[in-house]
């Protein structure tokens, strides 16, 4: 600390991505390093089971199809949880019908890949937020 000004403490922001698609993850992974959130990832519904189980990450970015399963399955193990983590979804197929389905079942909302970074990084901190507001004292992942 220089000149009496106090350092601003800024939480790490705990994400999991959930995607088997090599191209997305990459991409994704360089949006997540160029914001200094840590990122846990997962191919499949069954590697973000235990994952999730940790309660470690409070927002949860998901593929609309994985190898075993869709991001229906990640919001039903999500939904099991304590304090659930927000959920955002993500397709190269997107359409108004599976906007409307993901925000009726739950998630947070719905991303459109090639991914935009400014999207991405608002739609991130915003569902990170959400949970934040709902955990309350869950001791949650910071933001």
Sequence with gaps: MTSGTAARIVPVLDLLLVCSDNEDRKR??????????????????AEARPLLATGAVGTVLCASHLP???WREV??????LHCPPSLVVFSRQADDRLWAEVL???????????????????????????????????NPPGL
């Excluded at 994704?28 to 519904?45: F, M, T, V």
């Excluded at 079942?105 to 709902?134: K, M, N, S, T």
Aim: glycine share 10%.
């Design 28 to 45: 994704l992974e360089e949006i997540a390093c160029q914001q200094g959130w840590r990122l846990h990832c997962a191919a499949s519904c």
């Design 104 to 138: 009726q079942l739950g998630a947070w909302d719905l991303l459109l890949a090639p991914f935009a970074d400014a999207e991405v990084v608002v739609v991130i901190r915003q569902a990170a937020r959400d949970y934040l507001h709902r955990s309350g004292g869950c």
């Design 68 to 70: 075993d399963g869709t």
């Design 75 to 80: 919001l039903a193990e999500t939904g099991r």
